[in-house]
C-alpha cells in the first residue's frame, strides 16, 4: 500500500474523472485544448504494446480513427511509455502521468499497468461517446480541455466479486464485467467459481462436477423466504477455454483473477456430483441434489483424506488455469452438525488431537494453506478461517463486519476489506419497497462511497496488511445481466472511488462533488449499456412487485 496523498477536488469540473485523480491542472500552458483525429498515431515503447491495442479497439472504435503506430517525429500521437520514478517507485508500480495539450497526449505509467490506467484516464477525457464501440457522428476531431495529471492508487487490491455460482453468469458477462472493472481502474476479480447450488469450473479428472453438479432442475426467485418456486432448469459452466480467455482479457487490462473454490461448507453441488465427498455415514449422498434454494446448506464435505486427494486434484487444475498467487477456498458458513454427528469426522477429531469441530475445519483448511504455499500460491479465505487459527501467511477476506480484519492483521495476517454492512451489492440500496427483491441493510450510494477501508481502530502499523478492499455481489437474487447490473451500479463507481483516490475521512469526503462528477459517469454508463439504478430509483421494469425481499425492520439480513 501506497501512502494517501491529500484528495484535492478537481478544479477542473468538466473533466469529471470517475474516479478521482490524484493531482490535475489545467494544461501545460494553463490552459487550451487537447484532440485526437483521423491522423493521430501511436507511439508505443517496449511493454506498452497491450495498452496501444486496447486504445485501438476501444477508442478507435468509437472515434473511427484506426490509430496506427507512428512513424516519424511530426505525426499527432498518444505517446505511451515506461518511465519508473528516479529512484524508485514512491507512487508504485500503478502510478502514471498523463498530459494532454494540442495534437498530443503522453501517458507515463510506473509500470504497463500505470501506463494502462492512464489510458483509461484518457478514455474519460473524451467523453461519454468514447465509451460506444462505433461512432454515432462522423467527427473531424475529438476535442477535450487540455489537462495535466499525476495520479495513483491508494490500495493495490481494489476487487469485486462475481458470484457466478448461484446464478450462472456466461462466459461473455463475465468478460463484460472485467471491461467495466478496468473503467473504473479495479484490479481484481475474485470468481467464486463453487457453492451449495452449482459448480462452474471444468475439472477434467472429475467430469461429473459439472456435468451434474452445474444445473439444477428447478430454480427460485426472491430469497429463501419467496414461495416463487421457477420450474426451470437453472445451469451452465464454463469450458477450459473460457477461463484461459477469461483470464488473459484480465490480463491484458491489468486485471488479477482470484478463483475461489469454496470448502469444505458450501459444497452441495460437488456432493451431488460425487456422493462420497460428503458425510455418507449420517446421511444418504447418493440422494442429494444440486441445491434449489437459498441460505446455508447443511451438507458439508467429509474430513477424510479422500477428499483432501479429491480437492488437491482439483487445485491441481486450478493452478494450471489461474496464474494467480492468491487462490480463495472459502471456509465460510461450514455448519458443524454432520461433523457432530459423523463417527467418522469424531474418529478424525480424536485422532488428530483436536479440540473440537472448529478444530476439524481449521485443520482441513490449514491443510490446503500448506499445499497452496508449497506450490508458491498464497490461500484466502473468508474471516472463518480465524477460528481455530488461520494457515501461516493465509490472507483474510474479512466479511463479517471489520473485526476479522482488525484482529487478522494485528495477527501479521494480510486483510481484504469487504464488510457486509457496507460493502455487499446484492443488499439493496434505497428503503422504498419498489426496489427489485430487496434484501440486507440499505447501502445507498452515498453509504458505500463514506466506506473506509482501513478500520480506525487498526494501529498503523498493522494498517499496512490492508491490501485493500472488495465489493461483494452475491447472486442469489440477480438471476440475469440487468440484476447485477442494477446492484452494481452506480454503487461500484464510489466504491473504486474509495479503493483507488486517496479521500479524506468519510464525514469530510465531498459527496456533493463526487455527485456531480457521477451526473457526467452516467453519460458514460449509458454509453456502456449498463442498466444501473437511477438516482430517481428504480425504472418502472426495473420493480418486481409482490416478490418477497426482506422486511427492513427485521433481523440482521438473510442470506
Ligand atoms: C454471505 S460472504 C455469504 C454468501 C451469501 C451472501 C449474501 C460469505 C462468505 N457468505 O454465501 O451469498 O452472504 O449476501
Request: one cysteine or more.
Amino acid at each position: 500500500m501506497t501512502t494517501p496523498v491529500p484528495h484535492e477536488p478537481s478544479p477542473h469540473s468538466g473533466a469529471s474523472l470517475v474516479p478521482a485523480p490524484g493531482r490535475l491542472s489545467a494544461g501545460p500552458s494553463g490552459g487550451g485544448r487537447c484532440s485526437i483525429d483521423g491522423a493521430t498515431t501511436i507511439e508505443a515503447a517496449p511493454g506498452t504494446e497491450g495498452v496501444a491495442r486496447w486504445l485501438r479497439t476501444t477508442v478507435g472504435a468509437a472515434t473511427g480513427y484506426p490509430l496506427p503506430p507512428s512513424h516519424g517525429e511530426d505525426a499527432p500521437r498518444i505517446v505511451l511509455r515506461i518511465s519508473p520514478e528516479p529512484g524508485g517507485e514512491p507512487d508504485g508500480p500503478e502510478a502514471y502521468r498523463l498530459s494532454a495539450a494540442g495534437r498530443r497526449v503522453v501517458v507515463g505509467g510506473a509500470s504497463a499497468a500505470g501506463v494502462f490506467w492512464g489510458a483509461q484516464t484518457l478514455r474519460q477525457l473524451l467523453g461519454p461517446d468514447a465509451f460506444r464501440r462505433a461512432p454515432v457522428t462522423v467527427r473531424d476531431a475529438w476535442e477535450f480541455p487540455a489537462v495535466t495529471i499525476h495520479d495513483r492508487p491508494r490500495f493495490r487490491w481494489r476487487g469485486l466479486l462475481l458470484d457466478v455460482a448461484r446464478h450462472f453468469m456466461p462466459k461473455d458477462g463475465v468478460l463484460r464485467y472485467l471491461d467495466l472493472m478496468a473503467a473504473h481502474k479495479l484490479n481484481v476479480l475474485h470468481l467464486h467459481l463453487t457453492d451449495d447450488q452449482g459448480w462452474r469450473l471444468p475439472v477434467e479428472r472429475y467430469p461429473r462436477l459439472t456435468g451434474a453438479g452445474s444445473w439444477r432442475p428447478r430454480t427460485k426467485f426472491g430469497h429463501r423466504a419467496s414461495p416463487l418456486w421457477e420450474e426451470k432448469p437453472h445451469g451452465g459452466h464454463y469450458t477450459r477455454d473460457d477461463i484461459r480467455e477469461i483470464v488473459a482479457y484480465a490480463a491484458e487490462r491489468h486485471i488479477t483473477v482470484v478463483p475461489e473454490i469454496d470448502v469444505p461448507g458450501h459444497s452441495q453441488a460437488a456432493i451431488a456430483a460425487y456422493p462420497e465427498l460428503g458425510n455418507t455415514d449420517v446421511v444418504d449422498t447418493a440422494s442429494l441434489t444440486v441445491w434449489d434454494d437459498w441460505g446455508i446448506s447443511p451438507n458439508v464435505l467429509a474430513p477424510t483424506d479422500a477428499t483432501l486427494r479429491f480437492y488437491e486434484h482439483v487445485l491441481e487444475e486450478v493452478l494450471e488455469l489461474f496464474p494467480s498467487r492468491y487462490v480463495h477456498v472459502g471456509g465460510d458458513e461450514c455448519p458443524k452438525d454432520q461433523w457432530r454427528r459423523s463417527p467418522t469426522a469424531q474418529a478424525r477429531i480424536a485422532e488428530l488431537g483436536l479440540a473440537d469441530e472448529d478444530g476439524l475445519q481449521a485443520w482441513f483448511v490449514g491443510h490446503f494453506g500448506r499445499w497452496l504455499s508449497e506450490r508458491g500460491r498464497r490461500l484466502v479465505g473468508w474471516d472463518e478461517i480465524l477460528q481455530g487459527g488461520p494457515p501461516e501467511g493465509a490472507t483474510v477476506s474479512s466479511w463479517r463486519g471489520r473485526a476479522g480484519g482488525v484482529a487478522a492483521a494485528r495477527a501479521g495476517h494480510d486483510v481484504v476489506m469487504c464488510p457486509e454492512q457496507e460493502v455487499y451489492l446484492d443488499h439493496r440500496q434505497a428503503p422504498g419497497d419498489d426496489e427489485p427483491v430487496p434484501i440486507g441493510w440499505v447501502r445507498t450510494l452515498e453509504d458505500v462511497y463514506r466506506f473506509e477501508p482501513v478500520p480506525p481502530e487498526l494501529e498503523p502499523e498493522h494498517a499496512r496488511h490492508v491490501l485493500g478492499a472488495q465489493a461483494n455481489l452475491w447472486s442469489e437474487v440477480t438471476e440475469d445481466q440487468n440484476r447485477v447490473d442494477y446492484q452494481a451500479f452506480p454503487r461500484l463507481a464510489a466504491f473504486a472511488e474509495v479503493a483507488w483516490s486517496a479521500l479524506p475521512a468519510p464525514a469530510e469526503r465531498d459527496f456533493a462533488d463526487f455527485e456531480q462528477r457521477m451526473s457526467a459517469h452516467y453519460r458514460r454508463l449509458d454509453a456502456l449499456g449498463v442498466a444501473y439504478r437511477p438516482p430517481t430509483g428504480p425504472l418502472p421494469w426495473q420493480r418486481r412487485p409482490g416478490v418477497r425481499g426482506r422486511p427492513l425492520d427485521g433481523p440482521p439480513p438473510v442470506r
